[in-house]
């Protein structure tokens, strides 16, 4: 069975500082997803990582995977108040997703 | 743009009624997936359409849940005798295999 471990569960940042979350799965998957939730609103996409040693930037988030390792890393830099939100990994296992348990991200000044 | 819309965005039900939920999926999506987000379980997989093949119903939690997809876009997910323990969020997503998915607004379910 695919299990997804997210850390930290809760990450309390200051501005303009850096972090990372981690994200490791148990099994071989074909790809990983990295999604953003704002409080009462939906999931939105960041990223989707599909081969080993892939790395995407988008600002101040970059996403990288080691699929030897079953790691993923979502790391933050210089942050932000606006990247406040809950983010979530998750793995394709026979295209339906598994999620992580999500990482609550707090900015403050 | 047209992404994934659902309705109702809220519903509130008594326990032991019936209900359902609405996903109309971006167009040319030949994949949709119901997932659902609570407090105690997090992000689960309930169930998954991809074109005309039987569904993946393996993360249904009982035989109260149930889905149908009508002429491959929008889809149905009816929950019978609801139970306290249903309440949650209700997301929709689609996707044109194998790519990303898609998430809706989602249906936030209390039962009373």
């Known amino acids: 069975e695919l299990k997804v471990e997210q850390n930290p569960l809760f990450l309390s940042m200051q501005e303009g500082k850096n972090y990372t979350i981690y994200c490791n799965y148990s099994t071989t998957s074909d790809r990983l997803y990295w999604y953003r939730q704002d409080p009462g609103k939906s999931l939105e996409s960041l990223f989707v990582?599909?081969?080993?040693?892939a790395v995407k930037q988008e600002g101040r988030l970059m996403a990288s995977l080691d699929t030897k390792a079953r790691l993923s890393t979502l790391h933050i830099t210089a942050a932000v108040h606006d990247l406040s939100a809950t983010y979530f990994c998750?793995?394709?296992?026979?295209?339906?997703?598994?999620f992580g348990t999500g990482t609550r991200l707090q900015v403050f000044p | 743009g047209a992404g994934v819309s659902q309705s109702p965005s809220n519903k509130v039900t008594e326990k032991g009624k019936d209900v359902e939920l609405r996903c109309d999926p971006i167009?040319?999506?030949?994949?949709l997936y119901w997932y659902r987000q609570s407090l105690g379980q997090g992000l689960e997989f309930l169930i998954y359409?991809?074109?005309?093949?039987?569904?993946?119903k393996s993360g249904l939690p009982s035989d109260r849940f149930s889905a149908e997809r009508t002429g491959g876009s929008v889809s149905t997910l009816t929950i019978q005798r609801t139970q306290q323990e249903d309440s949650a969020v209700y997301l929709c997503?689609?996707?044109?295999?194998?790519?990303?998915?898609?998430f809706g607004p989602g249906t936030r379910l209390t039962v009373l």
């Open positions: 997503a689609s996707s044109f295999i194998p790519r990303e998915q898609f």
């Open positions: 167009s040319g999506h030949t994949a």
């Open positions: 359409f991809q074109g005309n093949s039987a569904p993946d």
């Open positions: 990582l599909l081969s080993n040693g």
């Open positions: 998750a793995v394709s296992n026979t295209d339906k997703l598994i």
